[in-house]
């Protein structure tokens, strides 16, 4: 049985930090994509970061410079550091791990809120 278990997130003020964690099991966690999408209220689902099995990392525009995704094979998990956050960053967060269409993992998301 895939699970996925998001935690780390939290009420944090304008320009605080949070860093997110994606636990994995019942996957081969090192052969996956993994990723961070975030769903504020009434708006998309949209992609704010992910990273291939290689390594190599992608950015929503909103989101560069100040949020770093990474990944622990060993412990299978992905983390995202996010920083110098915003009101706007406001949003459930999801974890995704997809190594075909077919094989496309969702957590239970984790609710963020930035706010003075």
């Known amino acids: 049985q895939v699970q996925l278990v998001e935690s780390g997130g939290g009420l944090v003020q304008p320009g605080g930090s949070l860093r997110l964690s994606c636990a994995a099991s019942?996957?081969?966690?090192?052969?996956?994509?993994l990723g961070w999408y975030r769903q504020a209220p009434g708006k998309q689902r949209e992609l704010v970061a992910d990273?291939?099995?290689?390594?190599?990392?992608n950015y929503a525009d909103s989101v560069k410079g100040r949020f770093i995704i990474s990944r622990d094979n060993a412990k299978s998990t992905v983390y995202l550091q996010m920083n110098s956050l915003k009101p706007e960053d406001t949003a459930v967060y999801f974890c995704?791990?997809?190594?075909?269409?077919?094989?496309?993992?969702w957590g239970q998301g984790t609710q963020v809120t930035v706010s003075s």
């Open positions: 019942g996957i081969a966690f090192s052969l996956y994509a």
């Open positions: 990273i291939t099995s290689g390594g190599r990392t």
């Open positions: 995704n791990s997809k190594l075909s269409r077919l094989l496309d993992y």
